[in-house]
């Protein structure tokens, strides 16, 4: 068995008018990602884990934010297809450990969800799929609260 490992990184603005997706789910808040897409900083972290992982460019290279096929997608299927992109050279997800950066709301209590809809998405058992929640200290742009991030670390499997 060969196995590889990816780290990617995301990062969107919060402003108000939008709904907040994080993690495949839709949360309760004043303010909601800017992005192309949902703006899901989580999901978007995993793909590029992924994509890296099988060393297949990024999230940019493969779903531009210049496509009007891509306007305010759902990032669910951004994540579906880079499975299917990584499956193309053999690939399968191992297990996902993965980190957001938010200073509000608190989503200690959406992790199990979030973990369950991404899990159904790879394929793969909740068990792995590692989501993590910190905060800032309401240090810099996260602390402010004017933008969510994710770290998104992967183990693929061929």
């Known amino acids: 068995m060969k196995i590889r490992?990816?780290?990617g990184f995301d990062v969107h603005q919060l402003i108000e008018g939008r709904n907040l997706w994080l993690?495949?789910?839709?949360l309760?808040?004043?303010?909601?990602?800017?992005?192309?897409?949902?703006?899901?900083?989580?999901?978007?972290?995993?793909?590029?884990?992924?994509?890296?992982?099988?060393?297949?460019?990024d999230i940019g290279?493969?779903?531009?934010d210049t496509a009007s096929k891509f306007k305010n997608i759902d990032s669910k299927l951004l994540l579906?297809?880079?499975?299917?992109?990584?499956?193309t050279k053999g690939y399968r997800v191992g297990n996902i450990d993965a980190t957001i950066c938010a200073e509000r709301p608190?989503?200690?209590s959406h992790i199990p969800l979030m973990q369950e809809t991404l899990a159904k998405i790879m394929q793969v058992d909740v068990?792995?799929?590692?989501?993590?929640?910190?905060t800032t200290e309401k240090l810099g742009f996260t602390g402010r609260e004017e933008g969510i991030s994710a770290y998104a670390t992967v183990l693929i499997e061929k």
Do not use: W
């Open 5 to 7: 490992v990816g780290f």
């Open 23 to 26: 993690g495949g789910i839709q």
């Open 28 to 57: 309760e808040h004043s303010k909601g990602l800017l992005g192309h897409s949902d703006a899901d900083v989580l999901i978007h972290a995993i793909c590029d884990a992924l994509l890296g992982a099988a060393n297949m460019r």
């Open 61 to 64: 290279y493969h779903f531009p």
């Open 80 to 87: 579906r297809d880079t499975i299917a992109l990584i499956a």
């Open 106 to 108: 608190k989503l200690k």
């Open 127 to 134: 068990d792995d799929v590692s989501i993590k929640a910190t």
